[in-house]
């Protein structure tokens, strides 16, 4: 399973292909991943990327409607291509962009998802995380409270 500095640097080799460019429309060749791609990301078509965060494991993909929430998975991975390879057998998810970029999902395992939201907060794979480990609010109280009252 990619590690948070490995979606992190995901997130940040992605974000200057997509930002400012406009989803073409999205092509899903297996919809049949850890939970089913959301009908909505089925539909796009476009639509501009305002912006690449992440979110824990997550990568969210701000639309002008909603959010993408990508998670690779245990084996998922992206790649930007230039031009419009044949797909292999494990890759399920492209957005065709303007720019003439494609971003492609792959995942021989189908443990990653592809989820739409209209709003972030609350959303029930985001909603029970802990803070960022980089945050302000990721400090020596917070661990201090977590760990207070655990015998181990």
Known sequence: MPELPEVETSRRGIEPHLVGATILHAHIRNGRLRWPVSDEIYRLSD????????????????LPDGWIII???????????????PAEKHDHVDLVMSNGKILRYTDPRRFGAWLWTKELEGHNVLAHLGPEPLSDEFNGEYLRQKCAKKKT
Do not use: C, D, F, N
Request: no cysteine.
């Open 47 to 62: 639509t501009p990327v305002l912006s690449v965060q992440r979110r824990a494991k997550y990568l969210l993909l701000e």
């Open 71 to 85: 998670h690779l998975g245990m084996s998922g991975s992206l790649r930007i291509l230039s031009e419009a390879l």
